[in-house]
């Protein structure tokens, strides 16, 4: 008789490590994701997700296209998500453009701007905080 196929198999990392975790909203599969975050990438996403949350009281969660994503509200679009690089964290801003001052790395869309976590990273808790309480004040990206 064959084996049945475990059913708390560990996500499967995509390129970069990222891990594929399926679409879903609330809390319970953005912590999925952080749990199956490798390496040093858990802790900034456990930072990450704190910071968020606390930030941004009755921040709306989700896992979309293998990232985490929060929003102001449900069905009123996305401020922020991150994504797990071969050797970073991409944090994206959706209206980064809008922020001040702007997250420091471009991006391809007109207003999304990031920030990249290395290994080695110091968190600026005070700035991200920042960033949080402007972009919730801002109408979501609706992806």
Request: hydrophobic fraction near 40%; aromatic fraction near 10%.
């Amino acid at each position: 008789m064959p084996a049945k196929p475990s059913t708390t198999a560990a996500p499967k990392l995509l390129s970069g490590g990222n891990p594929q975790i399926a679409k879903g909203d609330g809390d319970g599969t953005v912590q999925a994701y952080i749990a199956a975050m490798p390496g040093w990438k858990r802790a900034f996403g456990e930072q990450l997700d704190a910071l968020i949350t606390d930030a941004v009281p009755g921040v709306h969660k989700a896992v979309r296209w293998n990232s985490p994503m929060y929003g102001v509200g449900e069905g009123q679009g996305w401020f922020l998500s991150f994504h797990c690089c071969t050797r970073y964290i991409k944090v994206a801003l959706f209206h980064g453009t809008l922020l001040e001052p702007e997250p420091p790395e471009p991006s391809r869309q007109a207003t999304t701007r990031y920030l990249h976590l290395y290994e080695d990273s110091v968190l600026d808790r005070a700035q991200l905080v920042d960033w949080l309480q402007q972009a919730r004040a801002l109408p979501g990206v609706r992806l």
